[in-house]
């Protein structure tokens, strides 16, 4: 006979497995967040256009499959799909290696391997967000969401720092086998938790009415809604950074490659302490606040990263990056939280699918956007002009009636008085 605590013990047993797969695949994406486009500028000698085009290539299967991909994961068995992802994205990452050793590596291979992996990962998240209120009961959804951003803050924190110890070690192609090995552990834990499928309606809508379900939820609701274009903006501007900092720390302040991975890093300890400190911040000021002050602070950050010449840019690219990192991190924890718990089960895979749409389909076209601009005026000015463009997250939120609230509504659709100032 199954006992309460037998349950309890399982379903934490399971959220565990989930969380050390996730962390696993993390701390080798994080290896390769450094490797790859220190790959393109050291080993192919890429220029800022180029480099534009390959952040936006890891990103642009928002803007191709993100809103069908909601209404597909629904029926897809959720971990399956997600260890079928794992498995693509090693075989795709592992191809740069053997093409290096073959005397073919290119640009061009580098852009083809992270469009295969920008589709992977577009299926694996809406399938991977989906499964986690599967296994985490509702009222622990927003500490195990800080969890999961504290130990992606630690793995952004660890595995930059890796990654440059490794690029100085082996050489930056080699140290790409870290990641697809990664992929490849997360496979095999997803792989041991008992499958499970999305909620389904009783009705087989089309799925053209099934995305538009999804788009209209989303875009009509109060509070959803400017959250998400602040997101995009975000986005924007983080899509034109990941172009912008490996060029702007190799060639505009000459750091070296082993110090590179540290100053990337940074992003990581600032987005540890946005986790850490997200939950006793909503208690405090609650949700929709939090959310304010994330998008305020962000905006901070975003201006010391460019400042600076010689050790002192290098400290002020690392600060500017605590800072940001950590604004974004308490702006996203509480988003992302809400929508799990205010969206009905049956539309999850698609609100959130919705989301990443328009706001991850931000980052390639801030990172093309930024590689012309950075090849046009230089890295440090296109920077300066992404901190300006920063300002456009807080202030949609600001413009909206996130304003008036202390804590976002509980209910999906109605705000009530207690939830205002």
């Not at 994406?29 to 080993?43: E, H, N, R």
């Not at 400017?226 to 986005?235: F, H, K, R, S, V």
């Not at 956007?369 to 950075?374: D, Q, T």
């Amino acid at each position: 006979m199954t006992t309460t605590a037998d349950a309890t013990t399982a379903v934490s047993r399971q959220f565990w497995t989930y969380w050390s797969a996730s962390s696993a695949s993390s701390v080798g994406s994080a290896v390769t967040g450094v490797a790859l486009p220190l790959t393109a500028v050291l080993v192919l000698g890429a220029s800022a256009l180029q480099m534009g085009l390959l952040a936006a290539a890891a990103y642009v299967a928002w803007l191709v499959i993100g809103l069908p991909a909601g209404a597909l994961v629904r029926h897809l068995p959720l971990r399956g799909t997600q260890v079928a992802m794992d498995v693509v994205r090693a075989l795709a990452i592992g191809s740069v290696p053997v093409a290096w050793w073959l005397g073919s590596l290119s640009i061009a291979h580098l852009i083809g391997v992270a469009l295969v992996i920008s589709f992977a990962d577009v299926v694996f998240f809406v399938a991977n967000s989906t499964f986690l209120p599967s296994v985490v009961p509702k009222e622990q959804l927003q500490a195990r969401n800080s969890l999961m951003s504290g130990t992606h803050a630690v793995s952004q924190l660890g595995g930059p720092s890796l990654g440059g110890v490794l690029v100085q070690l082996l050489g930056a192609v080699p140290t790409l086998l870290v990641d697809s090995a990664s992929y490849l552990v997360s496979a095999a834990l997803l792989r041991s938790l008992p499958d499970r499928t999305s909620p389904r309606e009783e009705s087989r809508a089309p799925i053209v009415e099934q995305i538009r379900e999804g788009w209209h939820f989303v875009t009509r609701h109060p509070v959803m809604n400017p959250c998400l274009w602040d997101a995009t903006a975000t986005n924007f501007v983080c899509g034109g950074q990941m172009a912008l900092f490996a060029i702007y720390l190799v060639r505009v302040v000459d750091a070296p490659a082993g110090l590179v991975g540290f100053l990337l890093a940074a992003e990581g300890v600032g987005a540890l302490v946005g986790a850490s400190v997200c939950p006793a911040l909503v208690r405090r000021i609650g949700s929709a606040r939090a959310c304010l002050a994330g998008g305020v602070v962000s905006v901070g950050g975003a201006f010391l990263i460019p400042l600076g010449s010689g050790a002192a840019a290098w400290l002020l690219f690392a600060l500017g990056n605590v800072v940001f990192a950590g604004g974004v991190v308490v702006l996203s924890t509480t988003t992302r939280t809400y929508r799990q718990v205010a969206t009905p089960p049956e539309l999850l895979s698609r609100v959130l699918a919705t989301v990443r749409f328009v706001s991850w389909g931000a980052i390639p076209v801030g990172g093309v956007a930024a590689g012309a601009l950075g090849g046009w005026l230089g890295p440090r000015p296109a920077l300066f002009v992404l901190a300006a463009l920063s300002v456009l997250s807080p202030l949609v939120l600001f413009l909206s009636p996130i304003r008036r609230m202390r804590d976002f509504p509980d209910d999906a659709t109605v705000q009530t008085s207690r939830d205002l100032i």
